[in-house]
């Protein structure tokens, strides 16, 4: 079945644009710092699948993951919408700019 809003959305998010107001050294520090973490996380999630884990332990880490993916995803948008959004409603850029956002909260949902 084919999914017909992330056709919507898809090409939207591939145009490869970037911030209009630049993430600040400190932001990106951060940012990565917890993607890291996320990653090491995942590394941990492979070895416990190879070390045949219990299912339960399995489980309640990729439910962390997800925790801490949702958590690094609400940031990004609330950096998107503070910054990017705002500066783009200021230069009356509003309607393409409130139905992206709408379009990219309505694929981070699904996460």
């Known amino acids: ?7 919507e959305i898809m090409p939207l998010l591939q145009e490869q ?3 209009l ?7 990106m520090v951060k940012l990565l710092s917890r993607l890291k973490k996320i990653e090491g996380q995942v590394r941990g999630l492979q070895k416990m699948v190879e070390d045949e884990r ?3 332990d399995i489980l309640v880490q ?3 993951v997800n925790a801490a993916l949702k958590k690094v995803g609400m940031q990004v ?3 998107h919408t503070t910054h990017c959004v705002a500066d783009a409603i ?3 850029d509003s309607e393409e700019t409130i139905d992206e956002l709408m379009k ?7 996460i």
């Open 1 to 7: 079945m084919k999914d017909t809003k992330n056709d």
């Open 17 to 19: 644009k970037k911030p």
């Open 21 to 27: 107001v630049p993430r600040t050294e400190d932001e």
């Open 54 to 56: 219990y299912c339960i």
């Open 62 to 64: 990729i439910s962390a």
């Open 77 to 79: 948008l609330k950096r």
């Open 90 to 92: 200021k230069k009356d």
């Open 104 to 110: 990219t909260i309505e694929l981070f949902m699904k």
